[in-house]
């Protein structure tokens, strides 16, 4: 499988090298994924899903589905949101699912966000936590998300941010291009961990995300700052 090259790091690479890098990284990653996630959010994620979960307005008996979803941890509040109702999980990186499944069980399955192995117009509500950002062609990966959305279900994205506030922006890029890497190098991961302040720094802006999911045929779509603008909601229903 094809990696970035030295010269070439994560973050720089786009379209299909982006999607193999990314792929082949989480990979990686995988197996320490969750520690070092509730270790860089003080394990605020959880609370962050429950808050996106509530946007989706799911109803008990409804059918969810979460894109990218890795290890399943978004998947736990949107069980809980639609009770016997069925949730879905698509992710494109095996070792990922192969985590998520001791979690979720089954209703997991290996696909990539701009082709979803999904019948359109099959889900009330549909979630990606952070995965947006990682792939290589964002209109695309919007277009399929609402595709799969039943008229009138919702979408919601949750996902890294820049804060607004240039004083807030300056010391939390800071700490992301300094602690986080740091983090990763203790368990061998330097690169994977360093992608992740350097694809936010890279990272579409808010409005310009908004664009996006307007352009792919969601109305009343919103977002909110969490974690004083490091962390972002987007919301939209389709019509």
């Known amino acids: 499988m094809a990696q970035a090259t030295a010269e070439e790091p994560i ?41 996106a979960v509530s946007k989706l307005d799911l109803k008990e008996g409804g059918n969810a589905l979460d894109v990218c979803c890795g290890t399943g941890d978004f998947m736990i509040p949107l069980k809980k949101a639609v009770g016997n109702g069925i949730v879905n999980g ?18 997991l399955a290996l696909g990539d966000a701009c082709q979803l192995p999904v019948q359109s117009e099959r889900f009330e509500g549909v979630s990606v936590g ?5 792939v290589p062609d964002i209109d695309a990966a919007h277009r399929e998300l609402t595709r799969v959305i039943k008229p009138g279900g919702r979408f919601v994205s949750l996902d890294m941010a820049r804060p607004n506030n ?16 740091k983090l990763g190098t203790l368990f061998g991961k330097t690169q994977a961990y360093t992608y992740l302040p350097k694809s936010t720094q890279k990272f579409w802006s808010r409005e310009d995300l908004k664009a996006s999911m307007e352009r792919a045929g969601l109305v009343d779509v919103g977002h909110r700052d969490l974690m004083f603008g490091n962390i972002c909601v987007h919301w939209g229903r389709k019509p």
């Open 11 to 51: 973050w720089q690479t786009e379209g299909a090298q982006k999607r193999s890098s990314v792929q082949s990284m989480f990979g990686e990653i995988a197996p320490t994924y969750d520690l070092l996630n509730g270790m860089m959010s003080l394990s605020l994620h959880h609370r962050w899903r429950a808050y």
């Open 90 to 107: 698509v992710d494109f990186c095996l070792p990922m699912l192969e985590v998520a499944k001791p979690k979720v069980g089954a209703h």
């Open 130 to 134: 952070w995965g947006i950002r990682n």
């Open 166 to 181: 240039a004083l807030i922006r300056g010391v939390s890029e800071f700490v992301f291009n300094t602690i986080v890497p």
